[in-house]
């Protein structure tokens, strides 16, 4: 399997873009989660899902930020609009069956808002 | 409020030195979990720990779950620059697939 993969790997826009964050879970994984970055708060849940169906999104930060998964391979996270306080690593990662606990980390996407 | 402290937060020391990072908490957890990440990439699964007391061995890394699981220990023997990281606990409290992760250790063993 390829892991988790996300896209783009690097995005710097400016301020007031709109962002869009990709994410291709590992095949056969039911849950998927979106994770932020940053030196300051260390790495925080947004949201995650379970069989495409968000479950908590309590971590979403501001109605600025939404996550969508259209079906079992992939997910979206979208900054709409970009603020210089969104500079972070997004993850993506995804896992299977509940009771595992055990992640899958894609890479990471490095946002840069100017 | 951050559920798991780590500490040191930071840690620099030779190679072949020996080390122990904490995870401490006043919440119970289900089960724990301790991650590497280096530069550029994600977090990798180490370990995870269930059994209250438990114990376990991965090579020059051991890892402890406190008796009562509120806390975690990572012991590394014999430090190589390989080790270089950073080193993040997490724990989840059970019942749903929601994982908290730890304030993290950045590791750096100097040849």
């Known amino acids: 399997d390829a892991g988790v993969i996300q896209s783009p790997r690097h995005e710097v826009t400016e301020m007031g873009q709109e962002v869009t964050l990709r994410c291709k879970p590992i095949s056969g994984h039911d849950y998927l989660f979106w994770y932020r970055q940053t030196m300051m708060r260390g790495l925080e849940l947004l949201i995650y899902f379970n069989n495409n169906v968000p479950i908590d999104d309590s971590g979403m930060p501001e109605d600025r930020f939404s996550a969508k998964m259209p079906n079992a391979s992939f997910s979206t996270l979208k900054i709409q609009p970009s603020e210089p306080r969104d500079s972070a690593v997004y993850f993506c990662a995804s896992s299977r069956g509940a009771g595992a606990n055990v992640l899958t980390f894609g890479a990471g996407s490095r946002l840069t808002v100017l | 409020t951050q559920l798991l402290e780590q500490s040191p937060q930071f840690l620099s020391i030779q190679e072949g030195e020996n080390l122990t990072v904490y995870c401490n908490s006043s919440?119970?957890?289900?089960?724990l979990q301790w991650y590497r990440q280096e530069p550029g990439e994600g977090p990798v699964l180490l370990v995870t720990v269930v059994t209250g007391g438990e114990v376990k061995k991965l090579k020059r890394l051991t890892f402890q779950f406190g008796d009562a699981r509120k806390d975690s220990s990572l012991h590394i023997t014999a430090a190589q620059t390989g080790d270089t990281g950073l080193y993040l606990c997490a724990g989840d409290r059970g019942g749903y697939q929601k994982v908290t992760f730890g304030t993290g250790t950045k590791l750096q063993v100097i040849p």
């Open positions: 919440s119970v957890f289900s089960s």
